[in-house]
């Protein structure tokens, strides 16, 4: 199984979950979506990463839903691979309540780096990752899996970096536990240049149903 490089997969989701071109076209662009405060990023090294996961990992399953109640983002996954140029792709813009996980890694609950990645907007409007950046540490993600399972994981971080920073080892690194990884464009906006950096929400297992 071919599994994308940290820092193609870095790249792709610096640039390619969408520009905000609806935002110029609304007039919306003094509304941008929220972006974390400093509050809730880690809290310092090794914050938040107990050795041991807080729930048992599970055997691989594909994921088939994700559900954040508290920004009511409830949506299905479709599998994400590779593009020509070996880089990772995205969900199809068009389709905005859509996300998608990259399926040539880690499933969600098995030990390991999950990563699931959706837009922020498309060319109509906000699209289902919109709200990420008000996610706070604590909230609940949950992913319906394909051999009926429910992992849930718990938010340990929540975090805004810049496209020619981006910390790519932080966020696609392997991990000892299962954790999840949501992420869309972010990072403030630019008229020129669209979304300059991603949200990412860091999140580990602590229940399965």
């Not at 490089?5 to 941008?32: C, D």
């Not at 399953?61 to 070996?86: E, K």
């Amino acid at each position: 199984m071919r599994r994308v490089g940290n820092a193609a997969m870095a790249g792709v989701t610096a640039v390619a979950l969408w520009t905000g071109a609806w935002l110029l076209r609304s007039g919306a662009e003094t509304h941008p979506p929220p972006q974390p405060s400093a509050a809730q990023a880690h809290a310092g090294r090794g914050a938040g990463r107990p050795a041991a996961p807080d729930a048992p990992a599970l055997p691989p399953s594909p994921p088939d839903r994700i559900r954040i109640p508290a920004i009511r983002v409830d949506a299905p996954l479709t599998g994400l691979g590779l593009t020509p140029s070996g880089s990772l792709d995205v969900p199809p813009a068009a389709r905005e309540n859509l996300a998608g996980w990259y399926e040539a890694g880690t499933t969600p609950g098995e030990t390991g780096t999950a990563i699931v990645a959706g837009h922020v907007d498309n060319a109509d409007g906000p699209a289902v990752f919109y709200r990420l950046g008000a996610l706070r540490k604590g909230a609940a993600i949950e992913v319906d899996r394909r051999d009926g399972t429910v992992a849930v994981f718990t938010v340990h971080a929540v975090e805004v970096h810049g496209a020619r920073n981006f910390p790519d080892e932080k966020v696609y690194g392997a991990s000892a536990r299962p954790e999840l990884r949501v992420i869309t464009c972010g990072g403030g906006y630019s008229r020129t240049t669209g979304y300059q950096g991603n949200v990412v929400v860091f999140a580990h297992l602590t229940d399965t149903r």
